[in-house]
């Protein structure tokens, strides 16, 4: 899988079949930051979030750096939490770019 594939791939994730099956990522991270907050006693931000899922990922390729799936979800949550981070939440019609 080269890095083209791997971010298509990612793009695809977080547009598609997540946001399907989880809601928005702004919902969906702003949730885990609340149950997160209250578990840790501390505030956690969303953007904070897509951090700690990308260092799980980061984790897990370290034992295993052929799983293809580690590389796309650390891709995909280091971009969510980049616009988190930096802009207001909008809708990219990227279809085209994952079919």
């Avoid at 946001?19 to 997160?36: C, H, M, S, V």
């Avoid at 951090?51 to 580690?70: F, H, I, W, Y």
Wanted: charged share 30%; aromatic share 6%; glycine share 6%.
């Amino acid at each position: 899988m080269n890095r083209q594939e791997i971010l298509i791939e990612a793009a695809h994730l977080i547009y598609n079949d997540r946001e399907q099956d989880y809601g928005t990522p702004q919902e969906n991270f702003k949730r885990i930051a609340t149950l997160w907050s209250v578990v840790l006693g501390i505030p956690i931000k969303e953007h904070q979030v897509a951090l700690c899922m990308n260092q799980v990922k980061v984790a897990r390729l370290v034992e295993s750096p052929k799983k293809t799936d580690g590389w796309v979800d650390a891709a995909a949550y280091m971009g969510i939490g980049g616009e988190l981070a930096t802009e207001e939440p909008e809708k990219i019609d990227d279809s085209e770019d994952c079919e």
